[in-house]
């Protein structure tokens, strides 16, 4: 929740780490309270308070906090992990996913056989269907809701986007 | 920027610039010159300062690894830029607990199918038993009424012994490791070994190890013992019958039979004897009892 309360007497944490006076239009001062210096301090160690800046301004306001956050999130996953920040998390995860697909196929596969070996397809309900999630032919994962299919693979050779 | 006589092109991060690209140049490999628009979102995320501080406090090797985590981080706030990889971190999150809700709907299906399976198996065996009880009292009423046993009625009785072992060695000959055990409950069918052999769980991550297992269907020697117990007791209530009838000749004569063959021709023989030998002598009791003179 952004804080509402401003005052140029409590200057933001962007405005107290800059240096400088926080005007009653800061636009980081919503997002970036006092008690929680950190979190500028991550964000602009990462991407720098003027990227910070123009981010903010292309959203909407009623998501510009979320953006912020995120922002947040990313700058402090990659002053964890320089090399691969926050990208190393959705790595984990993909092949998380991609180990549980592969254990319910297998899961699935035993469960028809089982079905078919040994009960009355008639007495017994069907297998239970799947859950689609698709694959493209290099292995990338898409996701149910097109949404958040994964980015494009840049403009040329090197795949800018991919994992 | 492009050098004079156009041997080398600026590679994206340099043409954005408006700056010499020198052979040095830091972002060269991984910007080139036709991937403006992966470079500028980079740019407008990270901006180029940023990305080669990031790049000079790392080594050398893991500079590629480091710039593809960045064009991608850069590329997914392009598409999303509320969420960015946050975004795609939840739905990951999200498609994971889809899995697992589902891999825990799968598992009580097949949970069901074992109980079914159980429950079938449990039912034909007690057919089975029913069966070999009434053949057992065809062959016991056809024993009273002096007839011959069918043919397939007498293995029967020796299936009824050998019945238990046999089911036993079927079941321990099928896709199980642990060997069959007396309690029911612990009895498993080892579907887990199956396909622990195909998914190496070795994973932290797997805290709930999936095991799928059914009860093994121990053959219940109860029932074929309560069997044979009755068949026996048939068996013992008959001789008090036989002796009153003092057919003793014919119940020997047909026991005989039973112990050395089951063919049908001894048993024609040995019916035919009992027909002659009681034949005769009522007759010459007859004869003596009807006519005047002695039949010798």
Partial sequence: MASSSHSSNFPCAACKFLRRKCMPDCVF???????????????????GASNVSKLINEVAPHQREDA????AYEAEARLKDPVYGCVGAISILQRQVLRLQRELDAIHADLIRYA???????????????????HNSSGNIYYPNPQWNEPYEGNGRSDGGSL | MTLKGGATSACAACKYQRR?????????????ADQTKVFQ????????????????????????????????????RDRFPVYGCLGVIRQLYYQIQMLEEEMHTVLTQLEMYRQHHHHQQQQQQHQHQHQISSMADDVISQLELGMAPS??????????????YTMQNTYSSSDIDSPPKDNVENNSLWIQHLFFDTNNHGT??????????SQLLVPNSEPLADTQHQVVQDYDEIHPFFDSIDDRQSYIDTKDAEDSSSSEESLKETTQLMVGNVGS????????????????
């Fill in chain 2, 151 to 164: 043919n397939n009625a007498l293995p029967l009785f020796n299936q009824v012994t050998h019945q238990p």
């Fill in chain 2, 281 to 296: 002598k009522d007759l010459k009791s007859a004869a003596a009892c009807f006519s005047l003179t002695s039949v010798n």
């Fill in chain 1, 116 to 134: 078919t070996a040994t009960c009355n397809c008639n007495e017994m309900p069907p297998p239970m269907g799947r859950t689609c999630f698709h």
């Fill in chain 1, 68 to 71: 912020v956050n995120s922002l």
């Fill in chain 2, 20 to 32: 010499k690209c020198i052979p040095e140049c830091l972002l060269a490999p991984y910007f080139p």
């Fill in chain 2, 41 to 76: 979102n980079a740019h407008k995320l990270f901006g180029v300062s940023n990305i080669v501080k990031i790049l000079r406090s790392l080594d050398p090797s893991q500079h590629a690894e480091a710039m593809r985590s960045i064009k991608y981080q850069a590329n997914v």
């Fill in chain 2, 204 to 213: 932290s991550n797997n805290d709930s190890p999936i095991a799928i297992q």
């Fill in chain 1, 29 to 47: 001062a919503p997002y970036f309270p006092p008690e929680e210096p950190q979190k500028f301090i991550n964000v602009h160690k990462i991407f």
